[in-house]
Each structure stands twice: as C-alpha cells, then as structure tokens.
C-alpha cells in the first residue's frame, strides 16, 4: 500500500472531538496507513465546539471561497486545516457559519436532532468532493466513517460519476452501533433530488432514519467493515443482499487488517 492514496472521511476524529469507538477508530486506522507510507487525507466537520486555537485550525484560503448550492440556496464553503502533533497529518476541516457554527455536534442542548442535519450532510458530502477537486488528489481508496458522512457515496456514484479524479477510486463505509433516535428532516430525499440524482437513487432515504441513511451508503458503497462489534441484523442482511466484500468486527491486529483489506480490495482489479 506504500504510496497508495486513502481519503478518511469522517463525522468524529479524535482529538477534535471526544473519544469514542468511531472517533478513535478513525484516527487510528489513518495514523497507521500513514506510518506505513500511504498518502492520507483526512476530513471531518469543522464543528462550533471545536477548540481552533488550541488546535491550531488556519484557513485556506486557496480552497474556500466556493459556495455550494444545497437545496437552491448558495452556502458559502470554508476550508481550514491542522496538523495532528506529532503525526504529520493534516486534517481539513469542512466549515459554514450557517451549519457548523452552532457550539454542538448533532444536537441541541435537549438531545433533539437538529433539523439541519439532512443539509449538513449534503454540504458535507459536496464539500469533501470538491475540495479533493481543487487539490487534484485522485485516491485509490475513500473511507467512510458515521452517518453524517454517509451520504459521500451516493453523491460520489452519481452526482460526481462524471469525474474523472474518482473513476478508480473504492469507497468502503464503516459501520457503528452509533445510531440516533427519530428520522432527519422528512425532506432530505427531495433535496438530494435537486442535485439531478435519480429517484430510484434516493427511494431508501425518504424515510430518512439512521438504517436508511446507512442503507443508502451501502448501496453506492465497493466494501463495507464493521466498525463495532455489534451491527444491526436489518443493515446485516442489506450488506449480504448487496453482496459486498465484508471485513467483520476486528478486535486483535486491527491495523494490519484494515491495510490487507484495502489492498486486496484495490488489486481486484
């Protein structure tokens, strides 16, 4: 894999975020290619509750300044990146003052959803995409972690299928036992719709409930892995009747694994 190219593209990275499975698991599996002399990128929100001084998050000034058109509305996209110490990683942070300003993560201060969510994850999504565009970075893999990335494959497959920087790239998703309660704004499906994607493509999403939303990622996904022990048996059986390639729950050797993973999944063809 040494000198191969993986996009991580993450909802949570530790440290810029608290500790979890998939936070952890995020980073981890990152700083290991990268120690093994992968070219990684990273790519997370760039969330109000995230320290900038402290982490030491600068602007880029030659990646913002696009704006992003999420449901017919222009959304200004702000880049801003930082080095994880000692690492040598840059992590880029996708940012707008309409969605991520606000000092949490996926919900208010009553544990309720926010009711942007739908509209954070398609400025996500796009935002990734197109800031991979500007740095003309074509990678041989794109590694999905949590929900609110989730929707980067369907968009992959379909709004950008015509680009070329991603014609060769795998897409493999990770799944947690991280799911939230309720169904996001009941108009997510029509707002991807704006974006010329199919209504076949989006008939998982108009129920747009934490399963559906992993459902969608898995269709327009090349491999699954399972981030946490435990899966939901609904999103099990979709992964077997997708028949994806599947790299179960790891608990010894984890890093070695994931880079085995990559490479075989790569060399199919």
């Known amino acids: 894999m040494k000198d191969k190219r993986i996009l991580f593209v993450s909802s949570e990275v530790v440290p810029y975020l608290p500790e979890t499975e998939l936070s952890s698991t995020a980073f981890n599996v990152a700083?290991?290619?990268?120690?093994?002399?992968?070219?990684?990128?990273?790519?997370m929100p760039r969330y109000g509750v995230i320290n900038?001084?402290?982490?030491?998050?600068?602007?880029?000034?030659?990646?913002?300044?696009?704006?992003?058109?999420v449901n017919d509305m222009d959304m200004p996209l702000i880049i801003k990146v930082a080095s994880i110490p000692k690492e040598r990683m840059q992590v880029y942070f996708i940012d707008n003052e309409e969605y991520f300003k606000r000092k949490a993560v996926f919900s208010d201060e009553d544990d309720n959803l926010f009711s942007d969510n739908d509209e954070?994850?398609?400025?996500?999504?796009?935002?990734?995409?197109?800031?991979?565009?500007?740095?003309?970075?074509a990678p041989d893999i794109i590694h999905v972690h949590g929900w609110l990335a989730s929707l980067l494959p369907l968009y992959l497959k379909e709004f950008y299928k015509e680009e070329p920087l991603f014609t060769e790239s795998k897409i493999i998703t990770s799944l947690y036992d991280n799911s939230f309660e309720?169904?996001?704004?009941e108009n997510l499906a029509?707002?991807?719709?704006?974006?010329?994607?199919?209504?076949?493509?989006?008939?998982?999403?108009?129920?747009?409930s934490y399963t559906n939303i992993l459902k969608s990622a898995i269709e327009n996904s090349d491999a699954i892995i399972h981030g946490s022990e435990t899966i939901s048996e609904e999103l099990n059986s979709y992964i077997v009747e997708k028949e994806l390639p599947v790299l179960e729950?790891?608990?010894?050797?984890?890093?070695?694994?994931?880079?085995?993973?990559?490479?075989?999944l790569i060399s199919e063809d």
């Open 31 to 43: 700083k290991n290619a990268h120690s093994k002399g992968v070219q990684t990128r990273i790519f």
């Open 52 to 69: 900038e001084r402290r982490h030491q998050l600068h602007e880029v000034i030659r990646l913002s300044g696009m704006n992003l058109v």
């Open 190 to 208: 029509e707002k991807v719709k704006f974006d010329n994607i199919g209504d076949d493509k989006v008939s998982t999403l108009k129920t747009p």
């Open 249 to 264: 729950y790891q608990t010894e050797n984890l890093k070695e694994t994931y880079l085995e993973f990559y490479a075989n």
């Open 182 to 185: 309720g169904n996001l704004n």
């Open 120 to 137: 954070r994850a398609i400025f996500f999504a796009k935002g990734v995409v197109e800031t991979v565009k500007k740095l003309n970075w």
